[in-house]
C-alpha cells in the first residue's frame, strides 16, 4: 500500500524532490542536489525498494548519473556515467531520458548526441546499444533546439518505441536489438517533404499498457501549412499515426500524459508555437477522454492572464494514487498541481529554478 | 620528471581531497594519460571521451595557459606545476 507520493524535480541547477502524503495537501521539498548543475533526467524507480536516478549535466565537467537510495534524502554519483567508446568520435552533451528496464538494476538511457545506452547494475557501467546508435541514419539526423537528442524511450515488451529530436519515432521489435523508423503519419514542417521517412521533430511519446498498440505522439506542429500534424496517435504499435489535433487551440507543445487507469484520457499542454508559451497568457492543460477525439480546457486555479512560461518535454507527469493529480513544471521555476486529473489547480512552489523535468511515483 | 598537478575544489571528491598530485609525467598529456590510469572519474571531469580538454576547463604549466604553449604535447620539466581550473562561465 503506498504510503508517500514523491516528485522529483529537475531543473537548471539542480535536482529537487518533494514529498506527500497520498492526500497530496502539502509537499515538503529538499535538496538541491547537483546544485547549480543542469539536470534534464531524472527516474523514480520502484521496481524493488524505491531508487531515485538522475542525470547531471556539468558544463564544466561533463556528464554524471546520480543515485538515491533514500528516496531523495542523499544522492551519489554512481562509477560510470554512459560515454561513446574512444574510437567513435562522439562526446556525451546530455543526458535526456533514464528508464527502468527487465531486470531489476537494468536501466536505458537517452543521450545526445542521440544514442541509446543500457546499464545492468543500476548505472554503475553502461553499454552503447548499436542498433539505434549506429543506425544507418543515425549521422543524418539532425539537432534540433534542445540539441540532438534522444529523449523518450517506451517499452512494451519486445517493442521498443524511442523519440528522437530531430530524428522522428523508431521501434525496435526485438528487444531493442535493431530499429526501424516508423514515421507513417508523423509530419515535418519545416522539411521540403512534408512526410518524411525519417527526420521529424518527435517531442514525447506516450502509453498505456491497458490499450495495447496505442501510442501518444506530441509532435512538433503549429505549421500553418501542416495543420494538425502535432498531436497523433498510432492504434498499430506505432507504424502509422493519425492527427488527434483538432479542437485544441494549438498542436505545437512538449509533454503529452496518458491517465494510469484509462488509456482513452490524455493531456497535453498547447503552447504557442513561435513564441512556445502559453497561448494568450493563460496556460492551461488539455485534455481528452475519447482518446482526442475531442478536447477540454483545464485551467481552474491557472493564471488567467500575463503568463508566458514553457513546459519542456518531460515537464508534465501524472500520479497513480486514486483520483491521479497532474504536475508541471515550468521554465520560470513554478511547479503546479492539478488535483482530480487537473480539475483544480495549485501552485506547489513558485521560485524554483528553470524546471526541465517532473517525475512522480508513489511508495 | 617529478611534477605537480593542482586539482580545483570541485574535483577533489575524485581524489580523496587531495589539493595536488606528484606525478611523473614528461608532458602535458603524459599527465592527463596518468589521471586516466589513476583516477579515472578526476580524469574524465577533465576530458572527454575523445580525449579532448573539455570546453571549459582550462590547463595551465605554470602560469601559461597550455594553448599558448603548444597545447596538449607541452613538454613538462622538474618541478611543473600543472593546473586544473573551470574556466569563467556560467549562466
Not at chain 1, 167 to 187: P, Q, R, V
Amino acid at each position: 500500500m503506498e504510503q508517500r507520493v514523491i516528485l522529483c524535480i529537475g531543473t537548471k541547477k539542480g535536482v529537487f524532490v518533494a514529498e506527500s502524503s497520498t492526500d497530496r495537501e502539502s509537499f515538503s521539498l529538499r535538496g538541491p542536489f547537483a546544485p547549480g548543475v543542469a539536470v534534464y533526467a531524472a527516474l523514480i524507480d520502484t521496481r524493488a525498494e524505491p531508487r531515485i536516478y538522475a542525470s547531471s549535466c556539468n558544463a564544466f565537467f561533463g556528464m554524471k548519473v546520480l543515485r538515491s537510495t533514500d528516496l531523495g534524502a542523499t544522492f551519489e554519483e554512481t562509477r560510470q556515467a554512459p560515454a561513446f567508446p574512444k574510437e567513435d568520435g562522439r562526446a556525451l552533451a546530455n543526458i535526456w531520458s533514464l528508464e527502468a528496464g527487465d531486470e531489476e538494476h537494468d536501466l536505458w538511457c537517452g543521450v545526445e548526441p542521440a544514442s541509446l545506452f543500457r546499464s545492468g547494475d543500476a548505472g554503475d557501467s553502461w553499454d552503447l546499444v548499436n542498433g539505434i546508435s549506429n543506425h544507418p541514419h543515425a549521422r543524418q539526423w539532425q539537432p534540433g533546439n534542445g540539441g540532438l537528442c534522444l529523449h523518450t524511450i517506451v517499452r512494451d515488451g519486445n517493442r521498443v518505441h524511442l523519440g528522437i529530436s530531430t530524428g522522428g519515432h523508431y521501434l525496435s521489435e526485438d528487444g531493442g536489438e535493431t530499429f526501424a523508423a516508423s514515421n507513417d503519419g508523423i509530419g515535418a514542417g519545416f522539411e521540403p517533404d512534408p512526410f518524411p521517412e525519417y527526420g521529424q521533430c518527435v517531442h514525447k511519446i506516450a502509453r498505456h499498457p491497458d490499450a495495447p498498440g496505442r501510442l501518444y505522439i506530441q509532435n512538433h506542429g503549429g505549421w500553418p501549412d501542416s495543420p494538425g500534424i502535432g498531436v497523433l496517435r498510432s492504434d498499430d504499435h506505432g507504424r502509422t499515426w493519425t492527427s488527434i489535433a483538432e479542437g485544441l487551440p494549438s498542436d505545437f507543445g512538449f509533454p503529452i500524459v496518458v491517465h494510469p487507469r484509462d488509456p482513452d484520457v490524455v493531456y497535453v499542454l498547447p503552447l504557442e508555437p513561435m513564441t512556445r508559451t502559453c497561448p494568450d497568457g493563460a496556460p492551461a492543460v488539455w485534455r481528452s477522454e475519447d482518446a482526442g477525439r475531442g478536447w477540454g480546457r483545464l485551467d481552474r486555479g491557472l493564471p488567467g492572464e500575463r503568463s508566458y512560461f514553457t513546459v519542456l518535454r518531460d515537464g508534465m507527469a501524472i500520479d497513480d494514487v486514486a483520483e491521479p493529480a497532474l504536475y508541471f513544471g515550468t521554465t520560470t521555476g513554478q511547479v503546479w498541481i492539478g488535483r482530480d486529473g487537473g480539475e483544480r489547480w495549485d501552485c506547489l512552489f513558485d521560485a524554483l529554478p528553470p524546471v526541465n523535468c517532473v517525475k512522480v511515483a508513489a511508495v | 620528471m617529478s611534477i605537480t598537478v593542482r586539482v580545483p575544489t570541485a574535483l577533489r571528491v575524485y581524489c580523496d581531497d587531495a589539493p595536488v598530485l606528484k606525478l611523473q609525467a614528461p608532458s602535458v598529456r603524459a599527465a592527463l594519460d596518468d589521471l586516466e590510469r589513476t583516477h579515472p572519474p578526476l580524469y574524465r571531469s577533465v576530458c572527454d571521451e575523445t580525449g579532448t580538454v573539455r570546453r571549459h576547463v582550462n590547463l595551465f604549466v605554470n602560469k601559461t595557459h597550455v594553448r599558448d604553449l603548444q597545447g596538449l604535447d607541452t613538454p613538462l620539466s622538474e618541478g611543473d606545476v600543472v593546473t586544473i581550473l573551470p574556466a569563467v562561465s556560467g549562466g
